[in-house]
C-alpha cells in the first residue's frame, strides 16, 4: 500500500490560485498513474486530472486550461496548480494513485479542503 498526503488547500478568492501537493510515502516502481480528484458538498467526487509515470498528462473539461497536474518522481509527489479559480471549484480535493499493486481502486489521501469565494 502506498500512503498519500495532500497539503496546499484553503480558502481563496474567485480569480486566485492555489498549488496542491501529493506526497506518496515510497516509491512507485513499474508502470502507474497519480491523478486528482475532488468533491464538492451534495455531489458525487468526480476526477479532475491524471498523469503517467511517463509526465503524459489530462485534465477534465471544466479544468482545461485552468489547472494543471505536474509530477516530481525524484520527490515521489505529484502537484495541481490551479489557476483562475471558481465558485464551483470549491470541494475536497483527493490524490490517487494506481500501480501494480492496485490497479482497481488505487490508494487515496485524506483530502484537503479548497474554498473558492465568489
Known amino acids: 500500500q502506498v500512503q498519500l498526503v495532500e497539503s496546499g488547500g484553503g480558502l481563496v478568492q474567485a480569480g486566485g490560485s492555489l498549488r496542491l501537493s501529493c506526497a506518496a510515502s515510497r516509491t512507485i516502481f513499474g508502470p502507474n498513474v497519480m491523478a486528482w480528484y475532488r468533491q464538492a458538498p451534495g455531489k458525487q467526487r468526480e476526477w479532475v486530472a491524471r498523469i503517467t509515470a511517463e509526465g503524459n498528462s489530462y485534465h477534465a473539461d471544466s479544468v482545461q486550461g485552468r489547472f494543471a497536474i505536474s509530477r516530481d518522481n525524484a520527490k515521489n509527489t505529484v502537484y495541481l496548480q490551479m489557476n483562475s479559480l471558481k465558485a464551483e471549484d470549491t470541494g475536497v480535493y483527493y490524490c490517487?494513485?494506481?500501480?501494480?499493486?492496485?490497479?482497481?481502486?488505487?490508494?487515496w489521501g485524506q483530502g484537503t479542503q479548497v474554498t473558492v469565494s465568489s
Open positions: 490517487n494513485v494506481k500501480y501494480g499493486g492496485n490497479w482497481a481502486t488505487g490508494d
